[in-house]
């Protein structure tokens, strides 16, 4: 290594003399640069602390965007589904009512229809066969009284009316055997009363000594004799399944003459 000339360290010595009052200045300067480097620094942690708020603050916004609009294509969906669903009540509704029209209507029209036909059946029971007359009788009676009644429904009503009419009609079709008081213009009597249909209706005494069939014509007994009584007590037997089933003679009741015309 050289060691510098005196010539070198004499040359350098005026540079040095002229530093020497600018140091303090250079130094100041220095400190002022740090710190603007530093406040710069500073903000610019600042700014990116903000930068990165705003950026959590957008994800969190984009988010709950997603999130709503999902919840509103759901929404979307159920209010659509809820438009219909009102529609087809609305429909169903406008369908009941008319519904409810037409039932008021029928029922307007179906009530003066049971009256007259509980007035035919108490007819028909009045001029039928003299069979079960008080069953029969009551039966048209409680429906009568049916008919006021509030609490029954015109279906039941209805119902009750053709379940009378049912019940005729099976008389029709069967053959029974009861006993009942009668009264053939003498005096009441009770006796075994045998009806085979509505072809024919006939009694024995109790003491099995009298019979007699139901004219239809003449609308009164007519007394048998004892081929006939006979017959009848064997018919009798036979709807009371006390013998087997066999072949028997008896009169037929003829047309009454309403029937007849």
């Known amino acids: 290594m050289k ?61 709950e965007y997603l999130t709503l609009s999902r919840e509103l294509d759901s929404l979307t969906v159920y209010n659509d589904q809820l438009q219909r669903l009102v529609a087809s009540q609305d429909e169903e509704k406008s369908l009941i009512a008319q519904q409810m029209a037409d039932i008021e ?65 099976d008389y029709s079709r069967t053959l029974e055997a009861y006993q009942e008081d009668i009264n053939d213009g003498k005096q009441p009597l009770t006796v075994d009363v045998l ?14 000594h009298e019979a007699a069939y139901w004219d239809a014509a003449r609308q009164n007994w007519t007394a048998m004799d004892a081929a006939g009584r006979l017959s009848v007590t064997r018919a009798l037997r036979i709807a009371r399944q006390q013998t087997a089933p066999q072949l028997l003679d008896l009169p037929i009741a003829a047309a009454s003459r309403d029937d007849a015309e």
């Open 195 to 208: 009806r085979v249909g509505r072809l024919g209706l006939y009694y024995v005494t109790l003491d099995g």
């Open 3 to 63: 060691t510098p000339t005196l010539h070198a360290i004499l040359t350098a010595l005026p540079l040095c003399v002229l530093l020497v009052p600018a140091m303090p200045v250079m130094a100041d300067a220095l400190d002022k640069a740090i710190t603007l480097s530093d406040t710069n620094n500073s903000r610019e942690r600042d700014t990116q602390q903000k930068i990165d708020r705003l950026s959590e603050q957008t994800r969190v916004m984009l988010e």
């Open 105 to 169: 209507l029928t029922q307007r029209e179906i009530v003066p229809l049971m009256l007259r036909m509980i007035g035919q059946l108490d007819s028909f029971v009045t001029d039928d066969m003299p069979f079960l007359q008080e069953e029969r009788r009551q039966r048209v009676t409680l429906l009568r009284r049916l008919m006021d009644r509030a609490d029954v429904s015109v279906a039941e009503k209805y119902r009750r009316v053709l379940e009378a009419y049912q019940i005729e009609l």
